[in-house]
C-alpha cells in the first residue's frame, strides 16, 4: 500500500515508511502527525547522515485528471500514487456568467463597470485561467510531495502524441519508421481524435483497428490525416471503398482537419514543463505514446497513476503496484473573493461576511462529527460550510461546532481514498 512521509525533527524528508511501522512509531511516542492528507509523521529526534532512495516523482498531467507517481528507480516500487481531479471547467463556466451579467447590465443602462480594452496587456506565457489552475494545481502538489519526500528527479508526459512523426510517417530515422513506439503514437492520437469508439457505427468499450479512409489501393497513404479507428466488422465491411462512397463523407471531411486539437491539449503542458525546470531537479519527459507502451508492456490496468507511474524512458522492467491505494485529491478552490454578490438578474442583494472563520472553524475543513443524539446521531466526516451561527452544514446536514473534531484544515481541496487495488491484466 501507500508509503507514509517522514520527516525528522527539523522537517527534513526521510525515506517514506510502512504505515505498520509509522503506526508502531506512533504507538511508542517517537513520532507525531504532522498532516492527514497526504499522511506525514514527524519524528521527536534529528537523523544524522540518512542513507537516502533514488525517488522520482512522475506526472501524467490531463484536462480533467492528472496522475501522480512516486517510484523508487532502483527496486521499480510505487511507494505513493494520487490522482488530482482539476476544476477547469468550473472556471471557466465562473467567468462566462460573469461576462454575460457585465453585458446585460451595459446593454440595460444600468450602473456597470465599463469594459477594458486598450489598457490590458497578456504577459508572455500568458494561459486562460482554466488552463492555468490545472499548472497551479500540480506545481501545488510537486512542492508539497517534494517538501515531505526526498524525490531527486521528475518525468513528465510532455506531449500526448508525436505530432512530428504523425504528419509525415516517411520521416528519416529507423526508429520512427520500425520502432515499437510508433503505432503507439498514432493509436494515442486516433483515439483522442475519434472519441474512443468505431467512426462508423459509434461502439465503444470495444476492440479497435487503424483503418485508411481512402484505401492504399486507391492511392490513400499512411499519413495520419488518412487514418481513422473501426470495428473489425465495419472495417470488413467497408473493404476497398472510401468513406464517401461508404457513405460517411462527414468522416473524410473531419479527417483532414489540421493537429490545432493537439496543439491546445498540448498547452498547459509546455507551461508545466517551464515551472518544472525551475525546480532544479532533474527533469525527464516522455510521450503518451510510450506511457501507453510502458503500461501495457508491463501488464498494468488502465487509471491515471498507473499511467504516471510508466512515463518515461526511465520506467524500471517491473512495477510493483500490488495494494496500492491512490489518494484522490479534488481541486475546490478557496472560496469566492467577490464580495458583492447578485441574483440573477446582475442587481445587488447580499454582501459576503468579511470573517472567513467561526468559532475556530472555516469553510472547507475537513472534520469528523460525533452527534450524540437527534435525528442525525452518528459519526459524520466530511468538509464543512460554516454559517455565522452555531449550525454547520455538513454532509447535507446541519451540525453544532460543539460536536466537531478537526481533521485537515482548509487547503482548497477534498480528499478521499480509491479503496480497490491495481491488478495486472490478465
Given at each position: 500500500?501507500?508509503?507514509?512521509?517522514?520527516?525528522?525533527?527539523?522537517?527534513?524528508?526521510?525515506?517514506?515508511c510502512?504505515p505498520?511501522?509509522?503506526r508502531?512509531?506512533l504507538t511508542?511516542?517517537?513520532?507525531?502527525v504532522?498532516?492527514r492528507y497526504?499522511?506525514?509523521?514527524?519524528?521527536?529526534?534529528e537523523v544524522?547522515?540518512?542513507?537516502?532512495?533514488?525517488?522520482?516523482?512522475?506526472?501524467?498531467?490531463?484536462?480533467?485528471?492528472?496522475?501522480?507517481?512516486?517510484?523508487?528507480?532502483?527496486?521499480?516500487?510505487v511507494?505513493?500514487?494520487?490522482?488530482?481531479?482539476?476544476?477547469?471547467?468550473?472556471?471557466?463556466k465562473?467567468?462566462?456568467?460573469?461576462?454575460?451579467?457585465?453585458?446585460?447590465r451595459?446593454?440595460?443602462k444600468?450602473?456597470?463597470?465599463?469594459?477594458?480594452?486598450?489598457?490590458?496587456?497578456?504577459?508572455e506565457?500568458w494561459l486562460?485561467?482554466?488552463?492555468?489552475?490545472?499548472?497551479?494545481?500540480?506545481?501545488?502538489w510537486?512542492?508539497?510531495?517534494?517538501?515531505?519526500?526526498?524525490?531527486?528527479?521528475?518525468?513528465?508526459e510532455?506531449?500526448r502524441?508525436?505530432?512530428?512523426?504523425m504528419?509525415?510517417?516517411e520521416?528519416?530515422g529507423?526508429?520512427?519508421?520500425?520502432?515499437e513506439?510508433?503505432?503507439y503514437?498514432?493509436?494515442?492520437?486516433?483515439?483522442?481524435?475519434?472519441?474512443?469508439?468505431?467512426?462508423?457505427?459509434?461502439?465503444?468499450?470495444?476492440?479497435?483497428?487503424?483503418e485508411h479512409?481512402?484505401?492504399?489501393?486507391?492511392?490513400?497513404?499512411n499519413?495520419?490525416?488518412?487514418?481513422?479507428?473501426?470495428c473489425?466488422?465495419?472495417?470488413?465491411a467497408?473493404?476497398?471503398?472510401?468513406a464517401?462512397e461508404?457513405?460517411?463523407p462527414?468522416?473524410?471531411k473531419?479527417?483532414k482537419?489540421?493537429?490545432?486539437?493537439?496543439?491546445?491539449?498540448?498547452?498547459?503542458r509546455?507551461?508545466?514543463f517551464?515551472?518544472?525546470?525551475d525546480?532544479?531537479?532533474?527533469?525527464?519527459?516522455g510521450?503518451g505514446?510510450r506511457?501507453?507502451?510502458?503500461?501495457v508492456?508491463?501488464?498494468?490496468?488502465?487509471?491515471?497513476?498507473a499511467d504516471?507511474?510508466?512515463?518515461?524512458?526511465?520506467?524500471?522492467e517491473a512495477?510493483?503496484?500490488?495494494?496500492?491505494y491512490?489518494?484522490?485529491?479534488?481541486?475546490m478552490?478557496?472560496?469566492?473573493?467577490?464580495?458583492?454578490?447578485t441574483?440573477?438578474?446582475?442587481?445587488?442583494?447580499?454582501?459576503?461576511?468579511?470573517?472567513?472563520?467561526?468559532?475556530?472553524f472555516?469553510t472547507?475543513d475537513?472534520?469528523?462529527?460525533?452527534?450524540?443524539?437527534?435525528?442525525n446521531?452518528?459519526v459524520?466526516v466530511?468538509?464543512?460550510?460554516i454559517r455565522?451561527r452555531p449550525?454547520?452544514?455538513?454532509?447535507?446536514?446541519?451540525?453544532?461546532?460543539?460536536y466537531l473534531?478537526?481533521?485537515?484544515?482548509?487547503?482548497?481541496y477534498?480528499?478521499?481514498?480509491?479503496?480497490?487495488?491495481?491488478s495486472?491484466?490478465a
Amino acid at each position: 500500500m501507500s508509503k507514509v512521509f517522514v520527516l525528522d525533527t527539523n522537517r527534513k524528508p526521510l525515506n517514506p515508511c510502512h504505515p505498520a511501522k509509522a503506526r508502531r512509531l506512533l504507538t511508542e511516542g517517537k513520532a507525531a502527525v504532522l498532516r492527514r492528507y497526504p499522511f506525514t509523521i514527524i519524528l521527536k529526534r534529528e537523523v544524522e547522515n540518512p542513507i537516502l532512495k533514488p525517488l522520482r516523482l512522475k506526472i501524467d498531467p490531463g484536462s480533467k485528471i492528472t496522475g501522480l507517481a512516486i517510484v523508487n528507480d532502483v527496486t521499480g516500487e510505487v511507494e505513493f500514487a494520487a490522482e488530482i481531479q482539476h476544476r477547469g471547467q468550473q472556471i471557466k463556466k465562473a467567468l462566462d456568467s460573469r461576462r454575460s451579467l457585465r453585458r446585460g447590465r451595459r446593454n440595460r443602462k444600468l450602473r456597470y463597470r465599463a469594459p477594458r480594452f486598450l489598457n490590458r496587456k497578456r504577459r508572455e506565457g500568458w494561459l486562460p485561467p482554466s488552463l492555468e489552475s490545472r499548472v497551479d494545481n500540480v506545481m501545488t502538489w510537486v512542492n508539497r510531495l517534494s517538501r515531505v519526500c526526498p524525490i531527486t528527479a521528475i518525468s513528465q508526459e510532455l506531449v500526448r502524441f508525436d505530432t512530428q512523426m504523425m504528419q509525415n510517417p516517411e520521416i528519416n530515422g529507423v526508429e520512427y519508421q520500425q520502432g515499437e513506439l510508433a503505432g503507439y503514437e498514432v493509436r494515442e492520437y486516433l483515439l483522442e481524435k475519434f472519441g474512443r469508439k468505431c467512426v462508423y457505427c459509434g461502439q465503444d468499450s470495444i476492440s479497435l483497428e487503424i483503418e485508411h479512409i481512402v484505401p492504399r489501393i486507391k492511392g490513400g497513404s499512411n499519413r495520419v490525416s488518412n487514418l481513422t479507428l473501426a470495428c473489425s466488422s465495419c472495417n470488413s465491411a467497408k473493404g476497398s471503398l472510401t468513406a464517401m462512397e461508404f457513405g460517411y463523407p462527414e468522416i473524410q471531411k473531419m479527417a483532414k482537419m489540421p493537429l490545432r486539437d493537439a496543439a491546445s491539449v498540448n498547452s498547459a503542458r509546455w507551461a508545466l514543463f517551464g515551472q518544472l525546470k525551475d525546480t532544479g531537479l532533474e527533469l525527464e519527459v516522455g510521450t503518451g505514446g510510450r506511457t501507453k507502451f510502458n503500461r501495457v508492456t508491463r501488464g498494468l490496468a488502465k487509471s491515471h497513476w498507473a499511467d504516471a507511474a510508466c512515463v518515461g524512458a526511465s520506467t524500471p522492467e517491473a512495477l510493483h503496484v500490488e495494494n496500492i491505494y491512490p489518494l484522490l485529491i479534488k481541486a475546490m478552490g478557496h472560496g469566492k473573493r467577490q464580495r458583492c454578490r447578485t441574483d440573477r438578474y446582475g442587481f445587488t442583494n447580499r454582501h459576503a461576511p468579511r470573517a472567513k472563520r467561526f468559532m475556530g472553524f472555516q469553510t472547507g475543513d475537513i472534520v469528523k462529527a460525533i452527534v450524540p443524539m437527534g435525528n442525525n446521531t452518528g459519526v459524520h466526516v466530511g468538509r464543512i460550510a460554516i454559517r455565522f451561527r452555531p449550525s454547520f452544514r455538513l454532509n447535507e446536514i446541519d451540525v453544532h461546532p460543539k460536536y466537531l473534531i478537526p481533521i485537515h484544515q482548509s487547503d482548497g481541496y477534498d480528499y478521499a481514498e480509491r479503496r480497490c487495488r491495481n491488478s495486472p491484466v490478465a
